[in-house]
């Protein structure tokens, strides 16, 4: 009983938090475009980046309401449209995506700017769409993101576009994609890891997000934990003034 009074205690005030997902019907998205020259890869028809303008454009289209925002990634994030409802806005500023001039791929930097875009609609669902040839170089490292997200209740489904043989760019260098990043992504905060090896399927992966309307829910410990650590210490000191303060 001591023994669980102390772990009790412990996971208090540790601020232990039980996470999980649920239904919901009002969301913000924010798509977190990779534009590093990477995405120029020939893998995918037109090229990576090609590609995934045209599936963000349909997936857009697809949500019928909501708000969305968008985000460009190289070596630093840039914020190409805060949270909308003025969708015809969000999709001239997709069309309108190009490659940057900035070296490497900051994954991390970017998960934390696009949980950034939520800062006024914490109590919707907030999704954040990661598309991206997943090869994270510069920047802050995946595991450090990680607890910003859940902090602020922010589910990521992650997309890894090309294939894993890889494309050229830049004349004969080859990039492949690395999924064990994405699936870490998407497995800590709730969401769902796709594969996107040619154009269809990279629809298909913004079709089935469209439909799954799940949200990040948590719930603090904290004062439960406590309670029981407290009630189970006054047993423990009501036994210890009885008959029971000793085992036979």
């Not at 997936?59 to 449209?81: A, C, K, P, Y």
């Not at 969000?90 to 991390?108: D, L, M, R, S």
């Not at 309670?227 to 423990?236: F, M, N, P, Q, Y």
Request: charged share 20%; net charge negative; proline share 1%.
């Amino acid at each position: 009983m001591r023994l669980t009074v102390v772990s009790c205690l412990v996971l208090s005030a540790s601020g232990l938090t039980y996470w999980y997902n649920t239904k919901g019907s009002d969301f913000n998205y924010g798509l977190l475009i990779d534009a590093s020259a990477s995405m120029t890869a020939d893998d995918l028809k037109p090229s990576r980046i090609g590609a995934a303008k045209n599936a963000a454009l349909n997936f857009v289209n697809s949500i019928g309401t909501g708000s969305v925002g968008v985000i460009t990634f190289t070596g630093t994030s840039f914020v190409r449209q805060r949270l909308t409802d003025d969708l015809d806005e969000v999709k001239a500023v997709i069309e309108n995506i190009n490659i940057e001039n900035i070296g490497g791929t900051a994954i991390g930097d970017a998960l934390v700017t696009g949980s950034n875009l939520f800062f006024s609609g914490r109590e919707k669902g907030n999704v954040l769409i990661l598309m991206t040839d997943g090869q994270s170089n510069v920047g802050l490292e995946i595991n450090g993101a990680i607890p910003f997200l859940l902090e602020n209740k922010v589910l990521v489904h992650t997309i890894g576009i090309g294939t894993k043989e890889g494309g050229n760019f830049v004349g004969e260098v080859v990039t492949r994609l690395d999924e064990d990043s994405l699936k870490f992504i998407s497995e800590e905060t709730g969401g769902r890891y796709f594969n996107a090896a040619n154009e269809d399927e990279l629809k298909k992966s913004f079709s089935e997000i469209a439909q799954l309307r799940i949200k990040r829910v948590g719930k603090n410990l904290t004062v439960i934990l406590l309670l029981i650590g407290v009630c189970l210490l006054l047993v423990e000191w009501g036994l210890m003034n009885s008959k029971y303060r000793s085992l036979p």
